[in-house]
């Protein structure tokens, strides 16, 4: 139907066409066509978004993070983190182990908006790493918010009041304690749950036994015979920094992996490497840090087709690598073949091993692939019959790598714990994007499942999803909205993508890593399936056609809470800024016009 082809006739309010179809209008209160039932106005302005009583379970590098960044971001929240340990720092405050460093760069494992200018050296110990974030906390006054030595038991959801009840315990005093939010979200890291490696007779053994993250900081490896179980990050930095300690050390590396000099060329070394007194001269000048800081960091957004089977990038690491491995074991040749994986590069994750190949092939060092039996009271027996006796074993084996919640979350009668675990309904963490899951309303992971890629920085990573979460969380106190949950096609179709994206790459090979619950062959879930380019966009405008809602209005409409009395409480100031769009036309973006959530009249 045209607009011509529309006649108003003023006698019996309606509008007619030339083909009768009539639209009544209501007459004094009374609906006399299409049934519309009147509603009451919210007496609200829109302007006033309701408190949102939010948590945070976990205060490491992402809890940080979005402590400063979401009170910044998301008006009238009311904000708790929850933190196990005594103050904040995550994986940087556990562990304490000899070698604990970074394997990227310092000035690249920072924030964007918050960098340090000091940092000592190019790769920065964990004590450093801790001070830098827990610096952050105090100067953004992250402490405001902050539970510490409260442990999160579980979550559940209150499906007549829409809350979240939130299960605490205080390991200070031992008291459990519940409390009720609008709203959850994880940040509770990638390899937060340690755990010892379940090996017969573990209990048995008479000497000191410790996870890597559970360091003991009294004990003194000088002329002790050692044994690390574990080739990951920790086992390898661990091997390569008490090996000249120690009076012998058993290495047991049951699987390969890729050691490597760097990521992305910048090469690591076992002892400090010193920021020149130079270059931190320069840093002075906030252009001259700026474009040193752009130079190094953009080799990290850079690589991305390492990963795709076949690739030629690919092929030319395998190559590096080999001859990498070759030179460093020059004094024990015959390890050769015991080191090189398989399986190509980037199908587990590359591990910087400075001074690694150089220990295990010391007098002091046996490297052992003989799978592990049984621990003795003296040892370490392995399945060819052999014991080797130590005074401690050190298991650097990894933590919660299924990223299984380590509590119960439960809603609608399901705990999310068991349909993620491998004999659970779902059997993989089953997520949309990475970021909700269908059925937990207002709930999300943040650095969880598919939390970082293959390229980018993880500090970039999380503050990308943080500022996605406060998108949703504004939408949610604006607007009126009660729950706010993905759809299961939408969760659907992202698992569906990321299965076709990893058949294309290396992680798809027969490796077992941290991407894949350390199973061969399972769902990709440990990674991004993209670059971090790639979701940086997909983050920066959420899709809110894929999730699902219910409203606070009791009538149901989704505009009567949100559009309130028609106005704002801004205009009814006399002095407030009703036209910031105005300004210096020099200094207006046109890409930015209108754009900025909080520049409104």
């Known amino acids: 139907m045209t607009v011509e082809g529309l006649e108003h006739n003023a006698d019996t309010n309606r509008t007619t066409s030339s083909s009768q179809v009539v639209v009544e209008r209501p007459v004094n209160g009374t609906q006399l066509g299409y049934p519309i039932p009147t509603i009451s106005l919210e007496q609200r302005f829109i302007d006033e978004p309701r408190q949102l009583r ?54 690249v494992y920072q924030t964007s908006f918050a960098p340090n200018v000091n940092w000592s050296e190019q790769f920065a110990q964990g004590a450093e790493i801790k001070a830098y974030w827990q610096g952050l906390a105090r100067k953004y006054d992250v402490y405001q ?16 009041r829409s809350v979240w009840d939130v299960k605490i315990h205080n390991l200070s005093t031992g008291e459990s304690s519940t409390q009720e939010f609008d709203f959850v979200l994880t940040a509770i890291g990638r390899f937060n749950a340690w755990k010892l490696p379940d090996y017969p007779g573990a209990h048995d053994f008479k000497g000191l036994l410790r996870h890597a993250s559970n ?30 300690h120690v009076q012998h050390l058993d290495h047991y590396a049951r699987n390969k992996t890729w050691v490597t000099a760097s990521f992305a060329g910048d090469e690591t070394s076992i002892e400090p490497i010193p920021i020149s007194s130079e270059l931190q001269e320069s840093f002075k000048d906030p252009k001259e840090y700026v474009k040193f800081r752009k130079d190094l960091e953009s080799k990290y957004w850079r690589g991305f087709s390492s990963w795709l089977k076949g ?38 994750r590359l591990t910087p091993g400075p001074g690694y190949f150089e ?42 790598v299924d990223m299984v919640p380590p509590f119960s979350i439960w809603a609608y009668g399901k705990d999310l714990a068991k349909l993620w675990r491998e004999d659970g309904e779902y059997g993989f963490p089953y997520t949309y994007l990475g970021s909700a899951t269908p059925g937990f309303p207002n709930l999300g992971f943040i650095h969880g499942p598919h939390g970082s890629g293959r390229s980018g920085t993880v500090p970039h990573s999380v503050e990308v999803q943080v500022t996605f979460f406060a998108k949703i969380l504004r939408k949610v106190g604006r607007e009126g909205i009660k729950t706010i949950q993905p759809s299961r096609k939408a969760a659907d179709d992202f698992v ?61 409409n989704r505009f009567a809470w949100y559009f309130g009395v028609g106005s704002t409480k801004k205009e009814q100031d006399p002095e407030a800024d009703v036209t910031p ?20 009249p």
């Open 145 to 160: 918010y902050l539970k510490f030595s409260q442990r999160v038991e579980e979550l559940s959801w209150d499906e007549a």
């Open 496 to 556: 569906q993508y990321l299965d076709a994206f990893f058949a294309t790459t290396v992680l798809s090979e027969n490796c077992s890593s941290w991407y894949n619950s350390g199973k061969p062959g399972s769902r990709i879930h440990g990674l991004w399936p993209g670059s971090a380019t790639q979701v940086t966009i997909i983050y920066r405008d959420p899709r809110w056609e894929d999730w699902e809602y219910e409203y606070l209005s009791k009538t149901g």
């Open 54 to 107: 939010v948590a945070i379970i976990g205060a490491g590098l992402a809890g940080v993070i979005a402590g400063i960044l979401l009170p910044a971001k998301v008006p009238n929240i009311k904000l708790t983190i929850f933190e196990k340990n005594a103050d904040v720092g995550g994986t940087w405050f556990e562990n304490i182990y000899p070698g604990v460093r970074c394997d990227v760069p310092a000035h």
């Open 581 to 600: 769009y105005i300004r210096d036309p020099a200094s207006i973006d046109l890409r930015d016009l209108h754009e900025s959530w909080w520049d409104l």
């Open 311 to 348: 690739s030629e990038l690919n092929e030319r690491s395998r190559e590096e690598f080999i001859e990498l491995v070759t030179k460093r074991l020059a004094k024990k040749p015959e390890l050769l073949e015991s080191i090189i994986p398989d399986f190509s590069p980037h199908c587990r």
């Open 359 to 400: 220990a295990i092939t010391e007098d002091n060092v046996e490297y052992i692939q003989t799978r592990i039996k049984r621990f003795t009271e003296t040892g370490i027996e392995t399945t060819d019959g052999k014991l080797r006796e130590v005074d401690a074993i050190f298991c650097a084996t990894g933590a919660n």
């Open 215 to 244: 360091w003991d900081p009294t004990f003194d490896p000088t002329g002790k015979r050692v044994a690390i179980v574990g080739n990951g990050a920790s086992g390898i930095q661990l091997t390569a920094n008490l090996q000249k």
